[in-house]
Structure formats: structure tokens, C-alpha cells
């Protein structure tokens, strides 16, 4: 059964988003286990960055300018005050799932709770004994304008943080 939260950020966009996309993170170490002796040390670091940037995903932006888009998207709608994002996180038990299970589960949940209406990057976290994504999503809808306001009753109201258990179980 996983485990989620979510906060409000205020200030600057870039460290949260660099925070999670960090390839120290997201890199899974497993990969080198997976044996290339042959390659040059050139091209393992290639393929470790390939391989790193599998646990980061975006919905209605790259992740790799995702800052730039969620910073026009204010722009636009001329809310660029206040929280700037909110980030989240969600935290499997070890051994639950695979990280390409989580990483799968965190773009879905992502998607069913903000992808018709935000920008979001998901990055799962595997650097630790235990895999979790994170989820930094822009404060304000890049469709419509309107903020989103993560409180009690919105958290409530949408329900899609309970279908991880259901994601979990399908495994």
C-alpha cells in the first residue's frame, strides 16, 4: 500500500524541479549490474543518462523545460505570486513493485488527477531502500488559468490517491 503527500512551494520553480529530476535520484543502479563491458567509458556515461532519465516524465510538458513552460503558463494568466507549485510524493513498501512499476503507477496517478488540466513532471526515486516518485505540479492549469488548491476537502473530493492501492495490487 503506498503511501502519498502533498505541499505548496512557494518562491522559486527551479529547486523543486531539479530536486526531483536529479540523476543521482533517478538513476537506477541495478543498470550497471546489467554488464557492458565492451562499451567505452564515453558511451556508459551516455547510456547512464538515458537510463536515468527513464524515472522522469512529464504531462503537458517536457521535464526538461518544464520550468519554462510552467513559468509562461503563469505568465499568461498573469498568476505568477503566491505558490508556485505544489509537490508531492508517493512512497511504496519495499519489494512492493519494480521501479518501472512505480515509475508506471506515478505517471498514471499523476495523469487521472491533474493531466487534463497541469503540467506535472514525475520522477521516481530510487536511490534508497525504498522507491517513491515525486510529483511537482504547476500551481496554476495551463487549460484554463485557475489554481489548484491542494486542502482537506480537495484531497478528499478527489479520491485518485486511493486508486494507488488498486495500481499497487496489479502490479
Same mark, same amino acid.
Given at each position: ?17 531539479? #530536486?526531483?529530476?536529479?540523476? /543521482?535520484?533517478? #538513476?537506477?543502479?541495478?543498470? @550497471? !549490474? ?9 558511451? !556508459?556515461?551516455?547510456?547512464? &543518462?538515458?537510463?536515468? !532519465? #527513464? ?8 521535464? !526538461? ?14 498568476? @505568477? *505570486?503566491?505558490? +508556485?507549485?505544489?509537490? %508531492? ?5 519495499? %519489494? /512492493? ?8 503507477? %506515478?505517471? @498514471? ?5 491533474? *493531466?487534463?488540466?497541469? /503540467?506535472?513532471?514525475?520522477?521516481? =526515486?530510487?536511490?534508497?531502500? $525504498?522507491? =517513491?516518485? =515525486?510529483? +511537482?505540479?504547476?500551481? $496554476?492549469?495551463? +487549460?484554463?488559468?485557475?489554481?489548484? #488548491? ?7 473530493? &478527489?479520491?485518485?490517491? =486511493?486508486?494507488?492501492? @488498486?495500481?499497487? /495490487?496489479? *502490479?
Amino acid at each position: 500500500m503506498a503511501t502519498t503527500a502533498i505541499w505548496p512551494i512557494r518562491g522559486r520553480l527551479d529547486r523543486a524541479i531539479a #530536486y526531483i529530476k536529479d540523476q /543521482e535520484k533517478t #538513476y537506477n543502479p541495478a543498470w @550497471e !549490474q546489467r554488464g557492458f563491458p565492451a562499451l567505452s567509458s564515453l558511451m !556508459q556515461c551516455a547510456m547512464k &543518462q538515458a537510463a536515468a !532519465q #527513464y524515472s522522469v516524465s512529464g504531462i503537458r510538458c517536457d521535464p !526538461q523545460s518544464a520550468r519554462e513552460a510552467m513559468s509562461l503558463t503563469k505568465r499568461r494568466f498573469q498568476k @505568477e *505570486g503566491g505558490i +508556485v507549485l505544489f509537490h %508531492g510524493y508517493q512512497s511504496f513498501k519495499p %519489494g /512492493e513493485v519494480t521501479p518501472e512499476q512505480a515509475h508506471a503507477i %506515478g505517471v @498514471e496517478l499523476a495523469n487521472r488527477l491533474w *493531466g487534463d488540466r497541469f /503540467e506535472v513532471v514525475i520522477a521516481t =526515486h530510487l536511490n534508497t531502500g $525504498v522507491l =517513491h516518485n =515525486h510529483f +511537482v505540479l504547476n500551481s $496554476v492549469s495551463c +487549460v484554463d488559468g485557475k489554481r489548484f #488548491y491542494a486542502n482537506k476537502a480537495t484531497y478528499i473530493a &478527489q479520491q485518485g490517491w =486511493h486508486f494507488v492501492d @488498486e495500481l499497487s /495490487e496489479k *502490479g
